[in-house]
């Protein structure tokens, strides 16, 4: 088996704005497998300053990986726990290098473009008027569930523009979702909580920072709004942990990011914990490529999810993959007779 590694910067073609800050640009690293005539590629893919791992070192790291491999000494997903963009990209690869063809990693209706995937439409941070402008262009595309970034703006505009839209779309026709990235302080986000609520929120994801469990578990079992984990689960791996958290916490919802928890099969092992403890998810991509997002995709069809979910970040980036995922308005579809064009990142 030969290894090859890639690099690609991708461009936003908005800014992508958190409370985290603002993202123009972010890498991807692409781990391209050849054996026997076959190939299987999986994507590394990082956000600066969420990912735990992406530090100095980390693209060395993904060297070794390469090196490993040319020099026959295959390194398991399971040995990058520490790593796991890495692990997911790894995962993938491999994945893909099993089946017939490239890019087909789960068979299915999906792939052959029989069946496609609710989505939801993601609102990034901006302006009233530019978030305004956003919605409207959701909406004009068939959009019915829309998830929203808060926490950047002053919060009396962000209920002045959840009111607005209450105002023209009651709850029957347009589902919320916010997601505040961790930016409200344990002290004041139950009162937030309250407001937000006036507006028939569905849920929120992660409305104080990660490793608050306490906290955490006091919103949950007091707060009006549903509360979704997500930044709650980057770097538990351990299963006595995740199920310490889950049992601690008790939150309402799970949001898994597979290039964020170490892959797919740990993505997995979250949601039979979440089932166990009768905890909804939905799986949401963090940005990756189309290369990513289309294994995420096709994994998630696999699992017969019942929730919409939050797989439409294929549009934000100027130089994307050219792939055969399209969306056909609040819906990812695989379209089999389009190509992949991986000039840009294979060798």
């Given at each position: 088996?030969?290894?090859?590694?890639?690099?690609?910067d991708?461009?936003?073609?908005s800014?992508g704005?958190?409370?985290?800050?603002?993202?123009?640009?972010?890498?991807?690293?692409f781990?391209?497998?050849?054996s026997?005539g076959?190939?299987?590629?999986?994507e590394?893919?990082?956000i600066?300053?969420?990912n735990?791992?992406?530090?100095?070192?980390?693209?060395?790291?993904?060297k070794?990986?390469?090196?490993?491999i040319?020099?026959?000494?295959?390194?398991s997903?399971?040995?990058?726990?520490d790593?796991?963009s890495?692990?997911?990209g790894?995962?993938?690869?491999?994945?893909?290098?099993?089946?017939?063809?490239?890019?087909?990693?789960?068979?299915?209706?999906?792939?052959?473009?029989e069946?496609?995937?609710?989505?939801?439409?993601?609102?990034?941070?901006?302006?009233?008027?530019?978030?305004q402008?956003?919605?409207?262009?959701?909406?004009?595309?068939?959009?019915?569930?829309?998830?929203?970034?808060?926490?950047?703006?002053?919060?009396?505009?962000?209920?002045?523009?959840l009111?607005?839209i209450?105002?023209?779309?009651?709850?029957?026709?347009?589902?919320?979702?916010?997601?505040?990235?961790?930016?409200?302080?344990?002290?004041?986000?139950?009162?937030?909580?309250?407001?937000?609520?006036?507006?028939?929120?569905?849920?929120?994801?992660?409305p104080?920072?990660a490793?608050?469990?306490?906290?955490?578990?006091?919103?949950?079992?007091?707060?009006?709004?549903p509360?979704?984990?997500?930044?709650?689960?980057i770097?538990?791996?351990?299963p006595d942990?995740?199920?310490?958290?889950?049992?601690?916490?008790?939150?309402?919802?799970?949001?898994?990011?597979?290039?964020?928890?170490?892959?797919?099969?740990?993505?997995?092992?979250?949601?039979d914990?979440?089932?166990?403890?009768?905890?909804?998810?939905?799986?949401?991509s963090?940005?990756?490529?189309?290369?990513?997002?289309?294994?995420?995709?096709?994994?998630?069809?696999?699992l017969?999810?019942?929730m919409?979910?939050?797989?439409?970040t294929?549009?934000?980036?100027?130089?994307?993959?050219?792939?055969?995922?399209?969306?056909?308005?609040?819906?990812?579809?695989h379209n089999?007779?389009l190509?992949?064009?991986?000039?840009?990142?294979?060798?």
């Amino acid at each position: 088996m030969e290894a090859i590694l890639k690099k690609l910067d991708l461009q936003f073609i908005s800014p992508g704005k958190t409370s985290r800050g603002t993202l123009y640009s972010k890498p991807s690293w692409f781990i391209i497998l050849k054996s026997n005539g076959r190939t299987g590629m999986g994507e590394c893919s990082v956000i600066p300053g969420l990912n735990p791992e992406y530090k100095e070192g980390y693209e060395q790291k993904i060297k070794e990986v390469i090196d490993a491999i040319n020099a026959g000494n295959n390194p398991s997903p399971d040995s990058l726990h520490d790593f796991p963009s890495i692990q997911f990209g790894l995962e993938t690869a491999l994945i893909d290098l099993g089946q017939p063809v490239t890019g087909i990693l789960f068979p299915s209706p999906f792939t052959q473009g029989e069946e496609g995937i609710p989505i939801n439409g993601l609102i990034w941070m901006g302006s009233k008027q530019e978030m305004q402008q956003r919605i409207r262009e959701k909406l004009k595309q068939g959009f019915r569930v829309l998830k929203m970034k808060v926490g950047a703006l002053d919060f009396k505009e962000e209920t002045d523009l959840l009111y607005a839209i209450r105002q023209e779309f009651s709850a029957e026709d347009l589902e919320i979702r916010l997601d505040a990235n961790g930016a409200f302080s344990a002290d004041t986000a139950l009162e937030k909580l309250k407001w937000l609520s006036a507006y028939t929120i569905h849920s929120i994801e992660q409305p104080i920072k990660a490793g608050q469990w306490e906290a955490m578990a006091q919103i949950c079992s007091s707060s009006p709004l549903p509360i979704a984990l997500d930044e709650e689960l980057i770097g538990i791996t351990a299963p006595d942990e995740k199920k310490r958290l889950l049992s601690t916490i008790r939150p309402h919802y799970l949001i898994l990011k597979p290039s964020l928890l170490g892959g797919l099969a740990q993505s997995r092992e979250w949601i039979d914990m979440a089932t166990e403890n009768h905890i909804s998810w939905w799986a949401t991509s963090a940005l990756e490529s189309n290369v990513g997002l289309n294994a995420i995709a096709q994994w998630v069809f696999t699992l017969k999810p019942q929730m919409v979910q939050g797989l439409g970040t294929g549009q934000v980036f100027s130089n994307n993959i050219p792939s055969p995922l399209q969306l056909h308005g609040p819906r990812l579809f695989h379209n089999p007779s389009l190509p992949w064009d991986l000039s840009s990142v294979s060798k």
